[in-house]
């Protein structure tokens, strides 16, 4: 951050997981990184900066990350998470899915940064 900008953060957003009802992960209340490890994700293009911070935590874990499916918007994310193509990782802002039953939304805290 240059010096001459202050930064003042408007929002919090904590990490999220989303996981379909029913998939072994939404029994778990607070999931761990090794938890993760082994179940495909669905994920955003590579260019969004949540992407980024999923590549640099798995490979910090040294986890391989398993991609199998990737989508151009949150909305797709979550539809695809519904339809139990995968797991996603999210901000609780862009997780947005606590009115889709077909989706169980658990906390990653120490896992990811909050936004």
Excluded: N
Aim: glycine share 8%; aromatic share 4%; net charge positive.
């Amino acid at each position: 951050m240059p010096g001459d900008i202050e930064f003042i953060p408007l929002l919090h957003s904590p990490a999220c997981l989303l996981v379909p009802a029913g998939h072994p992960l939404a029994r778990l209340d607070r999931p761990a990184t090794a938890d993760l490890a082994g179940h495909g994700l669905v994920v955003p293009r590579d260019r969004r900066s949540t992407r980024q911070l999923v590549d640099l935590a798995y490979g910090r874990a040294g986890l391989p990350m398993v991609v199998v499916r990737e989508a151009g918007d949150w909305p797709a994310v979550r539809q695809l998470v519904a339809l139990g193509q995968g797991i996603a990782i999210s901000t609780a802002l862009a997780a947005e899915a606590r009115d889709d039953a077909r989706i169980v939304v658990r906390p990653l805290p120490g896992v990811f940064p909050p936004r």
